[in-house]
């Protein structure tokens, strides 16, 4: 089992934090990566900008476009992800990115260097689990699990695949959009989650939209864990002592607590 699957363990819902590294700086990720452990995130996604954010919004594209402006570059994520562990933080760790940074950096080094860093996923929404086989290969051999999505708008054939070939967990959209906080839950989600998990073993854990502590309890009743992003990254920017962010996670932390 890897340390993305054991983050789901115990009948504890798992709540995954998302942040853009070098938003709005690098020393920001790095603190504010710790802040989210401490308040009870489960696992850390680190967002690798990207030019051509397509399955962004525009609270994590303005934040991926900053980063780029500071010069982020994926050997700087790598290089965040093994500071991150040298300051003690136990998360699994997973990377969100697209899929031309990877080839440009080289698949094999990527993954290599990636592990070595103490990042235990990838996250490519532009990359289809069809055309995933070398990426897929060279994660397995430095024992870094491939996360897929899916939207409620997927086949039943590519629920099928993904949960033939995703590994660690499956990335559950609540829209077919992009990311960014909304109000609400969807109605068809509950089917949407049951219909996937009839055929799939992984946890399954919803993103896309979510955005406030009931939401996330809603959402915790049916799914294995719930993702926040741009609701987070929002608090960085209002609140740069990441007060804001330790108060919120840990009131969704609590919220999801009690859906166990």
Known sequence: MSDISRAFGGGRKALIGYLTVGYPDIETTLKAAV?????????????????????????????????????????????????????????????MGYYNPVLSYGIEPFCRDSAAAGVSGLIMPDLP????????AAAVKHGIDLIYLLAPTSTAARVALI????????????????????DGVPEYLPDFVAKVRRQASLPLAVGFGVSTAEQAAAIGCYADGVIIGSKLLRLIEEDPS?????????????ALDGTG
């Open 35 to 95: 802040v989210l452990e401490r308040a009870g995130c489960d696992i850390i996604e680190l967002g690798v900008p990207f030019s051509d954010p397509i399955g962004d919004g525009p609270v994590i594209q303005a934040a991926s476009f900053r980063a780029l402006q500071n010069g982020v570059t994926p050997a700087d994520c790598i290089e965040t992800a093994a500071e991150l562990r040298r300051r003690g933080l136990n998360a699994p760790l997973v990377f």
């Open 163 to 182: 949960a033939e070939k995703a590994r660690g967990f499956i990335y559950l959209t609540s829209v077919a959009g992009v990311t960014g906080a909304r």
């Open 129 to 136: 689990p069809d055309e995933s086989g070398d990426l897929d």
């Open 242 to 254: 990441l007060a804001s962010l330790e108060e919120f996670t840990a009131g969704v932390r609590t």
